[in-house]
């Protein structure tokens, strides 16, 4: 079992950055591939980034390439999510997730992942 926490959301202006970062409780954080999702108001959860474990390769969302980047610390438990040049099509509830049994996959899929954290929410102005 592990816990996820979110934390580094906020309100940004269109064109601002942020970097939101996700702390996994236990000692087993760098055998899970990490992943990031978000899901806006009347919308479906949508993949964002991902990364494996040894941070060796990534994956991102059409929408989010060139503008984020996702990275991982395991020393720290920790996987961030840098995002710059934001848009107003950005906000929205940010969740990071782990996947327990894929961990040299970067997956888009929701339904790999096995923990999931509370969400942060990060509000993109105009």
């Known amino acids: 079992q592990v816990q996820l926490v979110e934390s580094g959301g906020g309100l940004v202006q269109v064109g601002g950055s942020l970097r939101v970062s996700c702390v996994a409780s236990?000692?087993?954080?760098?055998?899970?591939?990490m992943g990031w999702f978000r899901q806006a108001p009347g919308k479906e959860r949508e993949f964002v980034a991902a990364?494996?474990?040894?941070?060796?390769?990534?994956n991102y969302a059409v929408a989010v390439k060139g503008r984020f980047t996702i990275s991982r610390d395991n020393a720290k438990n920790t996987v961030y999510l840098q995002m710059n040049s934001l848009k107003a099509e950005d906000t929205a509830v940010y969740y990071c997730?782990?996947?327990?049994?894929?961990?040299?996959?970067?997956?888009?899929?929701?339904?790999?992942?096995?923990?999931w954290g509370q969400g942060t929410q990060v509000t993109v102005s105009s």
């Open positions: 997730a782990a996947d327990a049994t894929r961990p040299y996959y970067s997956t888009s899929s929701s339904y790999e992942y096995d923990y």
């Open positions: 236990g000692r087993t954080f760098s055998s899970y591939a």
């Open positions: 990364i494996t474990r040894n941070g060796g390769s990534t």
